[in-house]
């Protein structure tokens, strides 16, 4: 029987040749991924109280990066509490390295064919490395933890293809916004996502990392990119392995729920208006929008690329009156990488505020959180009404460069004018 590529990681999990969508299957989970907000504190009084370990203390990894730098009585209880659990659990932890998201495979923890639970909704940020991760609660973690195990509906699979190549200052993050705008939030209808085409084979991992990433933001339970010889490349080279994953694909006859196209070539640089990813479309149609804080930041958004991409608008640069822009990279190595190649100081030299290798404001975290009656643009996943800090604050989504290029002019612009070497009047 043809099979999707979520198809044949859940079928090897569950110890069968094949599964149908809509079977119920109890799969083993060959990795399990916490942080500090939804994991020791959560699921520890579960474990407990049924009075169990862990099923596999080597298949469990901890990161904290939600309560980082515990600049807060309750966070630094919080982040004693996990550094603690580690120690006693004897797992892989990770203590304030950067988001999990991104820490999980630099780090060499995922290879194709994995099925892999996460305490987090953006945990589909693994299907752009082959492997079927999706989030949970810390319930339902606390299970996993327990027993190894987990059960789900075999999820149908949405493919979408992007045909031909990007245009320059379009990036991963514009295709998503474009995807929330044309399906909406429930598009995915909790099931399985799968990116292909052109466009995606040409991403780089980081870039493919934002598309799996926001496959929970079109609703989906997973979002896969089929590995391929990049995904082996990236892995080797930071300590992870691929495996033999040339069977890790739909098959061309495979049953599919739904199969959109879509042109990368004609895809022009997108914003979300407030307070929802699904407000998205071109940059050129949104209405004069002024802006007081722009923030490059999150799982989604301030990558090794993201930073690299934010910075050739900046270049030379310096920030509209007024504007302060935050910058959170998202993770410690990338923002050493990004360091060694110059691209903190260009941040620093056009007047941003670097803050800590965490969550932060993205996901309402910290000191830094938005004020009253702020309009702010973001690099960030979501912008929902107060999830950034007020309820009154209003918050747009664009890319790295959008967003870096609306710190320049003080206002929402297309960051096309700024790559051709112009600028905003």
Not at 85 to 114: N, Q, S, T, Y
Not at 136 to 158: D, F, N, Q, R
Request: glycine share 12%; aromatic share 6%.
């Amino acid at each position: 029987m043809a099979q999707t590529l979520a198809q044949k990681i859940i079928a090897s999990a569950a110890g069968r040749e094949t599964v149908a969508p809509g079977e119920i299957v109890t799969a083993a989970v060959d990795l399990a991924m916490i942080h500090d907000s939804g994991g020791p504190r959560r699921v520890e009084p579960i474990l407990r109280e049924l009075g169990v370990g862990l099923f596999d203390a080597q298949k469990v990894v901890l990161i904290s990066d939600h309560f980082v730098p515990g600049d807060t009585d309750e966070g630094a209880r919080i982040l004693e509490l996990t550094r603690q659990w580690a120690r006693e659990r004897k797992v892989a932890f990770h203590d304030g390295e950067g988001i999990c998201h991104v820490v999980l495979p630099e780090r060499g923890h995922l290879r194709p064919g994995m099925f892999v639970v996460g305490g987090d909704s953006h945990s589909p940020t693994g299907g752009a490395f082959g492997a079927y991760m999706f989030g949970v609660g810390a319930t339902e973690m606390a299970g996993v933890l327990a027993t190894g195990e987990i059960w789900l509906k075999v999820p149908e699979t949405i493919l979408i293809e992007w045909k031909n190549r990007l245009g320059p200052g379009v990036v991963a993050k514009d295709m998503m916004l474009a995807l929330c705008g044309r399906l909406g939030m429930d598009g995915g209808r909790y099931q399985a996502v799968e990116y292909a085409g052109e466009a995606v084979a040409a991403l780089s991992m980081q870039e493919r990392m934002t598309l799996s990433n926001m496959a929970a933001e079109l609703g989906a339970q997973a979002g896969l990119i089929a590995p391929d010889a990049t995904t082996a490349a990236w892995l080797a080279a930071h300590g992870g392995e691929a495996g033999d994953w040339g069977s890790l694909n739909t098959d061309p006859d495979a049953e599919l729920l739904e199969h959109h196209v879509f042109d990368a070539a004609a895809l022009a640089p997108q914003v979300a208006a407030p307070h929802s990813p699904a407000n998205a479309g071109p940059v050129g149609a949104a209405p004069p929008t002024s802006i007081d804080v722009a923030y490059i930041g999150a799982c989604t958004g301030a990558k090794y690329d993201d930073l690299k991409n934010a910075a050739t608008i900046l270049k030379g640069r310096r920030l509209a009156a007024g504007v302060e822009l935050m910058v959170a990279p998202s993770s410690r190595r990338d923002q050493e990488r990004a360091a060694a190649d110059g691209i903190m100081a260009v941040f620093e030299g056009a007047g941003a505020r670097i803050l800590p290798n965490a969550c932060g404001i993205c996901a309402g975290y910290g000191a830094d959180r938005l004020g009253e009656d702020v309009t702010c643009i973001s690099s960030t996943a979501r912008n929902f009404r107060g999830r950034m800090g007020a309820a009154s604050a209003k918050v747009w989504l664009g890319s790295p460069y959008t967003v870096a290029a609306a710190a320049v002019a003080g206002r929402i612009v297309d960051p096309r004018e700024f790559l051709a070497g112009g600028g905003a009047a």
